[in-house]
């Protein structure tokens, strides 16, 4: 979740079902996320979400100490992304 850098800066990926042990975790690469993640406008980044914890959305976090970090961009209208987390982020000061 991006409303601190203790819960947004490390290493992010999807889990690929139910049990991340045995179904696997996707550190880069094509996914459909089950959640809307706002515009459907292809190549728009995908930012970690401030608002709900495991999720991403094509939102910009504004608030004072939000964590900015691009994890991907959009690839079609069904909530598809090509994953790929910025190693990098920026802190708002508002």
Known sequence: QANAESTSTSLLAVCLGTDPATDGMLLRGMVTLDHNTGD???GDPVYLSDGTAGRATTTVPNS???VVRVVGYKMGNDDEIWFCPDNTWVVVTA
Do not use: H, K, T, V
């Open 64 to 66: 004072n100490n939000d």
């Open 40 to 42: 459907n406008n292809f």
